[in-house]
């Protein structure tokens, strides 16, 4: 099987900046809806060629024109970089991602969207189109305790959503994409795991890798490579 990146969106035209969809996402994974195309435009879909075809099996960002950001389980170890064969043109429908401030942690119940092509249910079908989802973010002093995540949650990890709306199966790798004051968006999380017994399970939130606590593993990797 071969693994192969493939951007979400197709059409490609200059682009500065980063964060800064020209299409913005609608106001409104489990219970999530389609994506308004070009929306999420530093979306990856992690692909392996069986047969003579691609299937999905990642999400990932585009954080630099040859660099994906992804869960660590899905290539091999739960952060990993994947360098590109060749830079990404960058476009109204393919950007980059911002990434947080080295330790920024966000506040409970910030608004913020999970996206990606997991299952719409748990067992359910992959979608053909990406979806997306608000999931308030859930802090860690109740996401730690015992009959939530408990000690499966650690303090480099963001928790977020609840039994009604979560990711699932297939969105590991994704983005958790969250506003600023600005208008930009970052991806604070990479989406890493939810429960066993169910993507939408009560006081069982996505939990996702905190992106602003390894910036400085970033930077050294990209710089050195």
Known sequence: MMLQLLSSLLFVALASGCGRPS??????????????????????SLQYKKDGAFHHTCGGSLIAPDWVMTAG???SNDIALIKLSRSAQLGDAVQLACLPPAGDILPNGAACYISGWGRLYTGGPLPDKLQQALLPV????HCSKLDWWGSAVRKSMVCAGGDLV????????GPLN?????????????????????CNTVK??????RVSAFNDWIEEVMSSH
């Not at 106001?27 to 999420?40: C, F, I, L, T, Y």
Request: hydrophobic share 30%.
């Open 23 to 44: 299409h913005q996402p609608s106001a409104r994974v489990v219970n999530g809806e389609d994506a308004v195309p070009h929306s999420w435009p530093w979306q990856v």
């Open 73 to 75: 389980h899905c290539v």
């Open 138 to 141: 859930v802090d860690y002093e």
């Open 166 to 173: 979560s990711g699932c199966n297939g969105d590991s790798g």
């Open 178 to 198: 969250c506003p600023t004051e600005d208008g930009s968006w970052q991806v604070h999380g990479v989406t890493s795991f939810v429960s066993a017994f169910g």
């Open 204 to 209: 069982k939130p996505t939990v996702f890798t």
